[in-house]
């Protein structure tokens, strides 16, 4: 039971990282389109990203947390899963408190009604992005490190 919910943890914190490092690569590549182009990018490309990413890193949250409790006295083990757990949940909460609510707004825009202010939010929410990176990077480390030790 420990090693499939060790191997879990750690295979949905990579799924999890790399899905925040693809929006890290984006930011140079979007910041250079005309808006009606970012729009239309951002509305087709990232249509499924909520429900998937969602899921996913509820299950990385889940299986961190499973993690810490099922080494529980295996030395460092449960403090770096409970870390890695507490990084997910920052990345969650990051995600509902303010990029969903940029999503939504980026969501209700046509071309014809998009704002001048647009790129400030495409900023913003890239800029989220890349704290939601950091905070993988340090989950996925955590419970590459607990497994190590």
């Known amino acids: 039971m420990r090693a499939l919910v060790e191997f879990l943890g750690t295979f949905l914190l990579g799924i999890v990282s790399g899905v925040s490092l693809s929006h890290l690569l ?35 949250l889940f299986f961190t947390l ?13 403090l770096l899963a409970t ?3 507490g990084c997910v949940l920052l990345m969650v909460i990051i995600w509902a408190r303010w990029i969903n609510p940029i999503n939504k707004t ?22 989220l992005h890349a704290i939601r990176l950091a905070l993988s990077v340090v989950a996925f480390s955590a ?6 030790a």
């Not at 005309?34 to 996913?56: D, E, K, M, S, W």
């Not at 969501?107 to 890239?126: A, I, Q, V």
């Not at 419970?143 to 190590?148: N, T």
């Open 106 to 127: 980026v969501n209700s825009w046509t071309p014809e009604s998009l704002p001048s202010s647009w790129s400030r939010l495409r900023d913003r929410w890239h800029t």
């Open 83 to 85: 870390l890695a757990s």
């Open 26 to 60: 984006q930011r140079g590549p979007k910041a250079a389109l005309p808006g009606p182009q970012f729009l239309a990018v951002q509305q087709v490309l990232f249509r499924n990203y909520g429900p998937a990413i969602g899921g996913l890193e509820a299950a990385a």
């Open 66 to 78: 499973a993690m810490a409790i099922v080494t529980r006295g295996a030395g460092a083990t449960p």
């Open 143 to 148: 419970v590459i490190v607990a497994l190590l």
